[in-house]
């Protein structure tokens, strides 16, 4: 099993930073890729931003020049550093680690850190 622990959500005004750390541990050596997802109220899980299988990054066009996602392969950690927060990133924010095709396991969620950006 691979365990996600996620920290840094808050609330924060307009314009302000937030970063997000998720730590995974656990059978980490199953992991293929590491990234974050978002969920607003009413609205459908979306990508933020992860790091694909080869090491390259990709971001959701919305958060592009302002979000950067960086990992400390060390620690198993990915965090999310978030600039510029308009109250259109309110939102649950998830972390997810994507699972080895060669091993028959789903994909794994962290619990999910609350970012709220509001005046």
């Known amino acids: 099993q691979v365990r996600l622990v996620e920290s840094g959500g808050g609330s924060v005004q307009p314009g302000g930073s937030l970063r997000l750390s998720c730590a995974a541990s656990g059978r980490t050596f199953i992991i293929n890729a590491m990234g974050w997802y978002r969920q607003a109220p009413g609205k459908e899980r979306e990508l933020v931003a992860t790091f694909t299988p080869r090491g390259s990054t990709d971001y959701a066009d919305s958060v592009k020049g302002r979000f950067t996602i960086s990992r400390d392969k060390v620690k198993n950690t990915v965090y999310l550093q978030m600039n510029n927060l308009k109250p259109e990133d309110t939102a649950v924010y998830y972390c997810?680690?994507?699972?080895?095709?060669?091993?028959?396991?789903?994909?794994?969620w962290g619990q999910g850190t609350q970012v709220t950006v509001s005046s």
């Open positions: 997810h680690a994507e699972v080895r095709p060669d091993v028959l396991q789903d994909d794994y």
